[in-house]
């Protein structure tokens, strides 16, 4: 052997490739791919990509990030199958797409795509991305008080509540969170607290947060987000009771969460037929449903009002608080919506004797056209900080003003409830 064949450097084996229609298309691709795996990766048009996963050769690859836009929606049966003949080699599937419609994502990622990034490309998202995908993904073990002892019964006909904010920082979350503990506890004996499977049984509550890309009802409670949320969201068409509740956590065996999943989603990825059927597999299973909204209107929030029972809408006393109302009575109006199932919550209420600021309520109400029933104080720093502790009002800071306010909003509710029933029966 010469001293020039010692020298001759072993070629690299090809980790990744791309496939795409034309790899040129994507040139932030191009340099990302280069600064992750230097000359570790090739690249693969759609048309080869399917006689390459046949090959020996193949067994090497770790990832294929395929690289798609618009146009390419017209060969979505051949990209659906590259991405199952992937799957099936244990090869991980990056989706890297530009305009392609929600629908076309959601199918690939149906067919088995690991991870979703939308190109442009935004600075160093293609190796979380990577390193995100090939990190060993086990299931981590749920605390057993986390874990969801409830079966599903699909006997009940649960009160639908949905709550949304008027603008950032009214105190949504906080109020759904709160609303469903108490209404979790409202059979609760009076006596001595009792904790654990030893308390008494309440009304079955479940918590739905719909907002699925900055969802914070797990941090309020201190739970884990799963990926069990994002599958069962994602193939809706198969899901049955056992899926949703394997879904769901339990806070203190009293209350079943649906958190937001893990990574952020597009918030269009889940249709409404989606969330109708969310929703009402939650409405079957428990006597409450308290969903967490998001802050923007979308497509489904249609599909949310018109299964509500009530529509809780927090806002301020403030300025845009009045706007956004104003803004989204025109639009519920307009489009004939069940406007008159929303019912406003004042959050950070003057105080009962601040005649100054009660006179401000009435001349808010008066210039919105709309009547705000529930009126909440402010609770303070210490709400903020009693969430970052995980826990609700009740537990943590019980003898706040805003808690107590809660507690009795939670009564009526249930009150409410039971007289209907009563009349039914």
């Known amino acids: 052997m010469t001293s020039s064949q ?10 990744a490739c791309t496939v795409s229609r034309d790899v040129q298309n994507f040139d932030l691709l191009i340099e990302d791919m280069e600064a992750c795996l230097g000359e570790s990766w090739g690249d693969l048009s759609f048309a080869d990509a399917l006689p390459f996963l046949e090959q020996p050769d193949a067994s090497e690859l770790e990832f294929i990030a395929i690289a798609l836009e618009e146009e390419d929606e017209a060969d979505l049966a051949l990209i659906s199958e590259i991405v199952r003949a992937a799957k099936a080699r244990e090869i991980k599937v990056l989706l890297i797409a530009e305009d392609v419609s929600p629908a076309a ?46 079966k599903a019964t699909g006997d009940r006909n649960g009160v639908v509540i949905p709550v949304q904010g008027m603008a950032g920082g009214t ?65 809706t068409d198969n899901m049955d009771s056992e899926v949703f509740m394997h879904s769901l956590l339990s806070y203190d065996q009293k209350l079943q969460v649906l958190t937001a999943p ?22 079957t299973n428990f006597d409450y449903v308290i969903i967490d909204m998001p802050s923007t209107l979308l497509e489904w929030t249609e599909t949310v009002l018109n299964k509500a029972h009530v529509f809780f809408a927090t806002l301020e006393l403030d300025m845009r608080s009045a706007q956004n109302t104003l803004r989204i009575k025109r639009v519920l109006q307009s489009e004939q919506l069940p406007f008159e199932k929303m019912r406003f919550v004042l959050n950070r209420a003057p105080k ?22 529930v009126q909440l104080p402010d609770g303070g720093k210490t709400v903020a900080q009693n969430a970052d502790h995980g826990v609700p009002m009740a537990e943590g800071i019980a003898k706040n003003p805003l808690r107590k306010e809660i507690a009795k909003l939670a009564a009526s509710v249930h009150e409410v409830n039971e007289a209907d029933i009563a009349a039914t029966a």
């Open 105 to 150: 994502l959601h199918g690939l990622l149906r067919d088995g795509g690991d991870e979703f990034v939308p190109y442009p490309l935004p600075e160093g998202e293609l190796a979380q991305a990577i390193e995100r995908v090939l990190s060993v993904q086990e299931t981590p073990a749920v605390a057993p008080a986390l874990e969801n002892k409830l």
């Open 352 to 373: 009962f004797t601040d005649l100054n600021g009660k006179s401000r309520i009435k001349r808010l109400a008066d210039s919105l056209g709309i009547s705000i029933e």
């Open 6 to 15: 010692m020298l001759q450097p072993e070629p690299q084996p090809i980790t």
């Open 262 to 283: 893990t990574d952020l989603i597009p918030m269009d990825l889940i249709s409404p037929v989606d969330v109708e059927r969310v929703i009402e597999m939650a409405r």
């Open 171 to 235: 105190g949504a979350t906080t109020l759904a969170v709160n609303l469903a503990w108490e209404l979790a506890n409202i059979d609760v004996g009076k006596g001595k607290k009792v904790k654990g499977a030893d308390a008494p049984a309440g009304p079955r509550v479940c918590l739905l947060d719909l907002d699925f890309q900055f969802g914070t009802t797990s941090t309020y409670l201190d739970l884990p987000r799963r990926e069990a949320v994002f599958e069962m969201l994602q193939d």
